[in-house]
């Protein structure tokens, strides 16, 4: 059996009350943090109504997503995540950060959605890019059951699919953008 990697990538929160302050987490294959660059506009886009905000950071993994969200003024977040090894370091930077406005939550992505009941202002969706069936899952979940308040940021390294599932899926895209291989939308209900 091979060993788990013990090497450690980082990445920055880039505003607000934890502005520069690192975020370490295990090095895997499929864990790629959204760039500082699309963190930066996403939390542009998103300045004027994160204050106070119950958001979730689906898919989690180094919690950049979500722990940016909290720096930035949000009121609670909730981090899931599956993946054991992931977990564990985001159990930690959560720890360190001694917030006790948010949550971690290990599970998988998509049963996380069939059980929750209380809406999110705002939804970070950022599934592995080898599982594309998994954010059309969970859009059609977050549609279905009514999750989202105002807006679902999506991850893909596929526009084309963005635009599909957000259609099928009865949401419009507000604002996007893209950076090397990554496509990225805010959207919202009809």
Same mark, same amino acid.
Do not use: H
């Given at each position: 059996?091979?060993?788990?990697?013990?090497?450690? &990538?980082?990445?920055? %929160?880039?505003?607000?009350?934890?502005?520069?302050?690192?975020?370490?987490?295990? +090095?895997?294959?499929?864990?790629?943090?959204?760039?500082?660059?699309?963190?930066?506009?996403?939390?542009?886009?998103?300045?004027?109504?994160? $204050?106070?905000?119950?958001?979730? *950071?689906?898919?989690?993994?180094?919690?950049?997503?979500?722990?940016?969200?909290?720096? &930035?003024?949000?009121?609670?977040?909730?981090?899931?995540? =599956?993946?054991?090894? %992931?977990?564990?370091?985001?159990?930690?930077?959560?720890? *360190?950060?001694?917030?006790?406005?948010? &949550?971690?939550?290990?599970? =998988?992505?998509?049963?996380? /959605?069939?059980?929750?009941?209380?809406?999110? *202002?705002?939804?970070? /969706?950022?599934?592995?890019?080898? &599982?594309?069936?998994?954010?059309?899952?969970?859009?059609?979940?977050?549609? +279905?059951?009514? /999750?989202?308040?105002?807006?679902?940021?999506?991850?893909? =390294?596929?526009?084309?699919?963005?635009?599909?599932?957000?259609?099928?899926?009865?949401?419009?895209?507000?604002?996007?953008?893209?950076?090397?291989?990554?496509? $990225?939308?805010?959207?919202? =209900?009809?």
């Amino acid at each position: 059996m091979k060993k788990p990697s013990t090497k450690t &990538q980082s990445v920055r %929160i880039i505003g607000g009350r934890w502005r520069g302050r690192k975020i370490l987490f295990p +090095e895997i294959n499929d864990l790629r943090p959204t760039l500082g660059r699309t963190r930066e506009t996403l939390f542009n886009w998103l300045r004027p109504e994160i $204050s106070g905000t119950r958001c979730l *950071d689906l898919f989690a993994g180094s919690g950049a997503l979500g722990i940016e969200a909290l720096s &930035q003024g949000a009121g609670e977040v909730v981090l899931v995540e =599956n993946e054991p090894s %992931i977990f564990r370091a985001l159990e930690k930077s959560v720890t *360190d950060l001694g917030e006790p406005t948010c &949550q971690t939550i290990r599970a =998988n992505g998509v049963t996380y /959605l069939t059980a929750v009941t209380e809406p999110f *202002d705002i939804i970070f /969706l950022d599934p592995p890019y080898a &599982q594309p069936e998994v954010l059309g899952a969970c859009l059609k979940l977050i549609a +279905e059951r009514k /999750l989202a308040k105002n807006y679902i940021y999506v991850e893909s =390294n596929q526009s084309e699919l963005i635009e599909e599932i957000c259609s099928i899926n009865g949401f419009k895209i507000d604002r996007r953008t893209s950076s090397a291989s990554t496509f $990225s939308a805010l959207v919202a =209900n009809r």
